[in-house]
């Protein structure tokens, strides 16, 4: 019986992990880069926002810099459903817009060695679908925001040959709802939904390595590897206006008010970039990457009261890859207009293994910017980009708790706006 109201208690969130609508990993900080959807983001070593991207980059700045950047996200994400056993609407957008942005500085200590730190979020959002809607016994809101401090340095060891090396402090904030259906128990019909809410904060720590290689004046090549990052978040009694029948055999069980546990990892990360100066006008630029997004898909979670169950969930995620390519065309001494596209495989293949609260997919970015050196000392940038997140189809079998879900999003896209300044001193 204990083992059953345990599988009751978690049933609203192990279907998933708190996430953001479209996608966890963010390249998008509001940098230059945003310009080329991410496109040589490793070897481009053009601003302080290398700092973070790839530290080795740092030995190519010739002066102390820091770089300002201010972002706008929107998120517009609706689900429309095919079949609820529980009713219920669609849930609206689902997303929304939020303010963001980040923080870069170099410091040139002499010529060949720099140090530097990035401030930022790289992986986050979350969806808020309201308490009505068709899902709601999946998920209701669901959200990891994280900011990240991220020092380092980098040391030119020759000519052609760059190293880097940081190191990250990434706090995390997840909070994570979900209706209880107290009407599905028997004996309790008619009975309003209760409510699952788990609310927590926690700091994990990590590490980034860089290399750059320059076997030509006009050709960078990049390298970079990011750590994976544990968290855990804990809370206590998350289960509210539970009806009598099902809070009384929770407390027969020893179950009431019991603490629960989750673990996950922000997944680790490998990126090759290239850049290359085809002419004094022309660039061309791009990128592949690696995430280990099987190691996110198994989440641990422990229930402790009386006594202390564990569970790891395998979501049975695939790892993924990331493609870009993109250009620069400098069409007057002070203007740089950027673009650039990028692609990233899904970590979920079948409808039946994503959930509303993960509704992850493929991922197309599109992204275009401009520059404009306003003097020696001060450039200014404006980016924007769009990333189409795919339909993210869900066909959830829930049980007699949750019931069936099935339905995809017919619009699931992020829109980033961004204003960037870089000060030379």
């Known amino acids: 019986?204990?083992?059953?109201?345990?599988?009751?208690?978690?049933?609203?969130?192990?279907?998933?992990?708190?996430?953001?609508?479209?996608?966890l990993w963010l390249y998008e900080g509001g940098t230059p880069d945003l310009g080329t959807a991410g496109a040589?983001?490793?070897?481009?070593?053009a601003d302080a926002s290398t700092a973070g991207a790839n530290p080795a980059g740092m030995t190519r700045l010739e002066r102390s810099q820091m770089l300002l950047a201010v972002q706008g996200i929107y998120v517009n994400s609706r689900f429309d459903t095919e079949i609820a056993d529980f009713?219920?609407?669609?849930?609206?957008?689902?997303?929304?817009?939020?303010?963001?942005?980040?923080?870069?500085?170099?410091?040139?200590?002499?010529?060949?060695?720099?140090?530097?730190?990035?401030?930022?979020?790289?992986?986050?959002?979350?969806?808020?679908?309201?308490?009505?809607?068709?899902?709601?016994?999946?998920?209701?809101?669901?959200?990891?925001?994280?900011?990240?401090?991220?020092?380092?340095?980098?040391y030119r060891v020759n000519d052609w040959l760059s190293l880097g090396a940081g190191f990250s402090i990434v706090y995390a904030e997840l909070t994570q709802k979900a209706a209880v259906n107290n009407a599905a128990v028997p004996g309790q019909a008619g009975l309003a939904d209760g409510r699952l809410e788990i609310e927590d904060d926690d700091v994990g720590y990590g590490f980034n390595l860089g290399v750059l290689l320059e076997p030509r004046e006009d050709t960078r090549i990049g390298i970079t590897y990011r750590s994976e990052v544990d968290l855990e978040f804990e809370d206590?009694?998350?289960?509210?206006?539970?009806?009598?029948?099902?809070?009384?055999?929770?407390?027969?069980?020893?179950?009431?008010?019991?603490?629960?546990?989750?673990?996950?990892?922000?997944?680790q990360a490998v990126m090759l970039s290239g850049y290359h100066q085809l002419n004094d006008q022309w660039a061309i630029l791009g990128n592949v990457g690696w995430q280990d997004w099987s190691a996110f898909g198994k989440q641990d979670l422990t229930l402790t009261?009386?006594?202390?169950?564990?569970?790891?969930?395998?979501?049975?995620?695939?790892?993924?890859?990331?493609?870009?390519?993109?250009?620069?065309?400098?069409?007057?001494?002070?203007?740089?207009?950027?673009v650039g596209a990028a692609y990233d495989t899904s970590p979920v293949d079948d409808d039946d293994k994503r959930s509303p609260d993960l509704p992850l997919d493929r991922q197309i970015r599109i992204g275009t910017g401009i520059q404009y050196d306003w003097n020696a000392d001060v450039t200014i940038g404006l980016a924007y980009e769009y990333l189409d997140a795919g339909d993210a189809g869900i066909d959830q079998e829930g049980g007699p708790l949750q019931g069936?879900?099935?339905?995809?999003?017919?619009?699931?896209?992020?829109?980033?706006?961004?204003v960037n300044v870089i000060w030379r001193f």
């Not at 040589?40 to 070593?45: H, I, S, T, V, W």
């Not at 009806?243 to 922000?266: E, F």
């Not at 069936?404 to 961004?418: Q, S, V």
């Open 1 to 23: 019986m204990k083992l059953r109201m345990l599988c009751i208690i978690i049933a609203a969130f192990l279907a998933g992990s708190p996430a953001w609508g479209a996608g």
């Open 40 to 45: 040589g983001r490793a070897a481009l070593a």
């Open 87 to 154: 009713g219920g609407g669609d849930g609206g957008n689902a997303g929304g817009f939020v303010p963001a942005g980040g923080l870069h500085y170099v410091h040139s200590m002499t010529e060949d060695f720099k140090m530097g730190v990035s401030m930022g979020s790289y992986f986050g959002l979350g969806v808020d679908y309201g308490d009505s809607w068709a899902g709601r016994y999946y998920v209701t809101e669901a959200e990891l925001v994280t900011l990240g401090v991220n020092p380092g340095m980098g």
């Open 236 to 267: 206590t009694a998350p289960l509210k206006n539970i009806g009598p029948i099902l809070q009384g055999i929770l407390n027969i069980s020893g179950l009431a008010g019991s603490k629960v546990d989750i673990d996950m990892t922000i997944p």
């Open 305 to 338: 009261s009386t006594t202390a169950r564990s569970f790891t969930k395998d979501l049975d995620y695939d790892d993924t890859w990331h493609f870009a390519l993109g250009a620069q065309y400098r069409f007057a001494p002070q203007w740089l207009w950027s």
């Open 404 to 418: 069936d879900l099935k339905g995809e999003y017919d619009t699931n896209a992020i829109h980033f706006m961004a």
